[in-house]
């Protein structure tokens, strides 16, 4: 292995006759067993020292520029090493050495050139030259590592600046207080250290056995190790003798003495204004020179550099790690829908930097086989729109609890963006759409968002005409409005926000005709998974783009056999007929457990449908999830439970829900294009 160059320079006349070297050029190129101060080199031809190192002088010097080539050069020990050698023409003559008394310098007329050689140094000798090793550390590959704000990329990236160009091997260990936040500075042991990545010059499996990337660790007092953490400061140690045992046994880890017997050690603590975040561990073997002060001041340049980067990758990742617990815990962990409903969803950041935002998707059950299904997008990135996303998203799930139609929602959601205003602006887009899985109808309203994709089973893909209304927060003098429709089993509705189909190199035409194509070709009865990559690609590469979440479903009506609907008549007789068909339903479903309770609760909301609304009553079993008696009838009052302090002077209305309260599981109102429907859901016994 081979790590950094060293840099020979040689003056040359015309013929290529070296008339003056550097001291680098007399201690490599000087011959075994002559004089080290390389004068065996004056007289001698550049050809005799680097074979075919005669052409590019002479090109150099005819053309009046420089001329480079890489050419084989024999060393002095018998090897051959790659050399980078680079002609300059001189114009003028040479500096011979500078007087003692100020004057100029004289002047070598004869020089007609400098050869520049640039020679990898052998791995035997790179830590003789601290000139090279502090090159190799801080000048070349130290601001290209810092670019990175992945702390472990950024570790791995360091140790391989250390091993070889400053030690045969290392490691980098940070406090783990520093890392995690739920972590303490000090345990009952002494600080606990991670170590975040090693490095070693040559193939032995027991460094990665013995200190293993990755490991939590506290290392014993007394050691090195523990002096570093303790004081800050360096610590360098000869571990000659019995040094590297007394730390093996110490630590209970015998590889460790083996490893390190005989070797130089150099800890270097690595601080910032956060305090000590740990230290650099490096040791060379006795084949090489041992560290000295030199050494400590080089090593302490570079840790103190490396600290400016670790303290940013390491705040990076605490804030990045930060954003995305918080967008995560926004984001839906479950979609839950009726059981013929399939819902499929993706969420797709905007960018490694950038990897939290506003958009969010929901499927939400809804008593009665039916379904939510809400996609919007908070406008910007960051943590305040996954904020305000996060709070969409709870207002979201109160409204659909209410069961409110999706405009209503909307205006709710509009009225409490502009409150979220006051502070700081914000808006958002919003697409809400309810299915119901016993008619297969949707109602569907839009808030200043991209239209819908309808896809139904053996026809091409329509985008749907919602009406229009402004975003969420913006405000608008009319109200929001909705949509409602009848669509077939099988039918795919695809929701999406516009970063799917809009950037800043693509019209957003182009965009939608795309996602067009992708559902064309009977892609309803492909599965959604498929769809949902199919509607990806391509995106993934794009460094532009925005947030994208989407949420596809493939609509289907529950079996007939599973939900029963009549018609009464708003009579005291419609309460024994109610009774009677639920009766004979629930015996043909084998739930006759569940007679007695269901036919009492239809009995109270049938008699107040009759005695407050009037008209057609409507009655409908359900059972989807669990059993779902509704009542349907033509007035908007919604039915209240109303609470008396003296009990003697209970009246008889409210009575009935008072009943349905305590047999039912859950009960509600929701309001319909007719009136209302009142509603109550019991659990299905287990099978």
Known sequence: MESSTRILILGMDSSGRILQFDRNAAAVLSPNGAAP??????GAHLDEVIAGARKPLLEALKAGRERTAMLAMDTPG?????????????????????RADGAPAAVVPDIAA?????????????????????????????????????????ARGLMDVLVPHFCNSGGLLLLESHLDADEHSDGPDGPQMRRMAIGFDDDDPAWDATFPTGESLVYPPGTPYAQCLETGEPVLRSLGGEGAAEIAAAWRRPPVGELLKGSSMLLLPITSSAGLLGFFSCTRTVAHRPFDAYDVEIGMEFANRASIFIESARQYSRERATALTLQRSLLPTGLSAPSPVEVHHRYLPGSRL???????????????????????DVAGHGVKAAVTMGRLRTAIHTLAGLELPPAEALERLDSLMRTLGEREPHFATCAYVVYDAVSGRCEIASAGHLPPLLVPPGAEPEYLPVPPAPPLGVGGDGPIVSREFAVEDGTLLFLYTDGLVENRARDI???????RGTFSGGAAARPLEDLC?????????????????????????????????WELPAEPAAVRRARGLIRDRLARWDLDELAHPTMLL??????????????????????EGGLVCEVFDSSDGRPRVRHREDDSDMIESGRGLHVVGR?????????????????????????
Request: charged letters at 25%; a negative charge; proline letters at 6%.
């Open 509 to 515: 035409d182009d965009g939608l005709a795309r996602l």
């Open 78 to 98: 018998g090897g051959t090493l790659d050399a980078v050698v680079t002609v300059h023409p001189m114009n003028g003559g040479a500096p011979e050495g500078d």
């Open 533 to 565: 990559q199919a509607a990806l690609d391509g995106i993934y590469d794009d460094q532009h783009r925005d947030d994208i979440a989407m949420l596809v479903a493939r609509l289907a009506r529950i079996p007939d056999d599973r939900h029963a609907t």
């Open 37 to 42: 101060d390389g004068k065996c080199l004056l």
């Open 663 to 687: 047999l039912a599981q859950r009960w509600g109102v929701r309001r319909t294009a007719e009136g209302k429907v009142v509603w109550c859901e019991q659990e299905l016994p287990r099978p």
């Open 114 to 154: 400098l050869a520049v050689i640039k020679v990898p140094v052998p791995l035997a000798d790179r830590f003789v030259d601290p000139a090279v090793i502090r090159r190799a550390l801080l000048d070349d590959a130290l601001p290209r590592i810092g670019s990175t704000l992945d702390l472990e990329m950024l």
């Open 602 to 623: 239809a009995s109270e909301l049938v008699t107040n449908a009759i005695r407050h609304a009037g008209g057609r009553i409507g009655l409908r079993l359900v059972r």
């Open 354 to 376: 950038i990897e939290v935002g506003g958009d969010w998707y929901e499927s939400i059950a809804l008593p009665g086989a039916r379904v939510a299904l809400v996609v919007g």
